[in-house]
């Protein structure tokens, strides 16, 4: 659905171009064999998005995972209802069948191509090292695997967008789960985890859907190799897995994990606070919870879509009277310790 889109826009851009006149064109000559280089591009993106949903797609859906995954992941998710195709196709930009893909569609995808720099590449490794790395210190200053069996702490990692930090942390042997809730996720998500078994074997170009703020074209089509380190590095024995589904309704048994790591999380809920209550009820005594990032709440100002909004200094307060004890916390970092039971 990316080229479809990708390519009419392209169409209609040097359609444009070759409207403006010769003097003007003559002032950005290079434009035209840039678009070439853009569609290149954009049809390489095609090319590998349609191999990992080739590989991917039918394990999740019509394999021996479909029936765990469609048993937890909301079915309304995978098929639009009448009342919402219809809506679907007010705004849609590339109706098929009885589908619709919208504005929202297209930016899912492109968040998702820039996600495999972020998580998988190293180009993204500044990032990872600001946001991932002091969950991770963290992780193993509590459970100092010179003194336990890492294997014995069971950690989950909702929000886990492409998998990255999760396989960290199995990594480094703690028993560790994944969860996301997005296909746009979870389908790269089972690609990288389960198919790619060399460094850098894949190639994509990440921002070749960005036209506003390049410095240069060369920044649009910069090539991205993935993954920067092999998947398949995990010690042997360690549970690692990603599970797919809504957070507050799979993950329903009380006092079931040591730790709970969310980095860019807790803004995507309707209600945060109830977040706060399953994160609470389904730590262990004792357990800890790890957070980094920031309050930009994902459904604040969408028509029709509840958003409960709070304030840093509301939300600290909410997660002591929750029952944490707050060990460090800063605007993007908070280390809670749950010191009661429910």
Known sequence: MNRVHMLKKLERTKSYYE???????????????????????????????????KHSAPDIFNGEHSADVLDTFDKSSLQLSNAKRKSANANAVTPIGPFAFTTSD?????????????DWSNVGRAERDVCYEPIIRDICELYDTSKIDPATV????PGAGLGRLA???????????????SLHMLIPAYFILNNCKTVNEHTIYPWVTQFCNNMSREDQIAPVHFPDVSPADIPPNVPFSMAAGDFVEIYTEPNSWDCVATVFFIDTAHNVLTYLETIWRI???GGYWINFGPLLYHFSDIPGEDSLELSYEELRLAIQR???????????LLLGQATATC
């Open 19 to 53: 409207s403006i006149p010769d003097r003007q064109k003559a002032l950005a000559s290079e434009f035209s064999s840039y678009m070439e280089k853009v569609k290149a591009s954009v049809l390489h993106n095609n090319e590998l998005l349609n191999r990992i949903m």
């Open 106 to 118: 297209m930016d899912k995808v492109r968040s998702t191509l820039k996600q495999f720099a972020r």
């Open 154 to 157: 069971r950690i989950l990692v």
């Open 167 to 181: 396989w960290e942390i199995a990594h480094r042997g703690y028993t560790c789960q994944g969860n996301e809730w």
């Open 283 to 285: 730590l262990k005594p």
């Open 322 to 332: 929750i029952g944490f004890t707050t060990i460090v916390c800063s605007l993007f």
